[in-house]
């Protein structure tokens, strides 16, 4: 399975939403996990089962999808939130996309 | 509060070898599938190889397979990860990574990672 990650980098002001998506090359229902990464930090799980928030996570993150389509969606973007983001299936991750400060 | 911590990293020459070792702190290993995820300079993720709770199945990367072999000592609370006939390209930040009960393969706790780097 290839995981498509798209934008590859996404400037947004802070207290706008994202909305970042990935897109699977084959049907992979909801087992699908979102990770957040700040530079020279270790990757953090978000999300979970395609909408399922980790332990700890803002409710202003949240997840969609299932199949071959997913969105990950961050409402009112705070400083902390500029950070790299990766799709996952099992043994793949996305290429990531860079949200950025505008 | 759960954690992990690698070491074993270094610089080696292309062919040569390293073993990379993982201790969890807060938690013990043996009710858990762990992974090695691997980050080269600038890019994004790659899993690298993962170990049932007992050691009785291994899965990896094709471009690891034959020359990486993960391991888990659970009385020694210990995961490890040998690599040989190392190649340019496997230079990267190795991570170590606790998977989420239920075999989905989702990682929810993180070392801080170890550097190789495979140069001559």
């Known amino acids: 399975v290839v995981m498509t990650q798209s934008p590859a980098t996404l400037s947004v002001s802070p207290g706008e939403g994202a909305t970042l998506s990935c897109r699977a090359s084959q049907s992979i229902g909801r087992k699908f996990a979102w990770y957040q990464q700040k530079p020279g930090q270790t990757p953090r799980l978000l999300i979970y089962d395609a909408s399922i928030r980790a332990t700890g996570v803002p409710a202003r993150f949240s997840g969609r999808g299932s199949g071959t389509e997913f969105t990950l969606t961050i409402n009112n973007l705070q400083s902390d939130d500029f950070a790299v983001y990766y799709c996952?299936?099992?043994?793949?991750f996305g290429q990531g996309t860079r949200v950025e400060v505008k | 509060e759960v954690s992990l911590v690698e070491s074993g990293g270094g610089l080696v020459q292309p062919g040569g070898s390293l073993r990379l070792s993982c201790t969890p702190s807060g938690f013990m290993l043996s009710p858990y599938w762990m992974s090695w995820v691997r980050q080269a300079p600038g890019k994004g993720l790659e899993w690298v190889a993962n170990?049932?709770?007992?050691?009785?199945?291994?899965n990896y990367v094709d471009s690891v397979k034959g020359r990486f072999t993960i391991s888990r000592d659970n009385a020694k609370n210990s995961l490890y990860l040998e690599m040989n006939s190392l190649r340019v390209e496997d230079t990267a930040l190795y991570y170590c990574a606790r998977e989420t009960p239920g075999g989905a393969c989702y990682f929810d706790c993180w070392g801080q990672g170890t550097p190789v780097t495979v140069s001559s």
């Open positions: 170990i049932k709770e007992d050691g009785g199945s291994e």
């Open positions: 996952q299936h099992y043994g793949t």
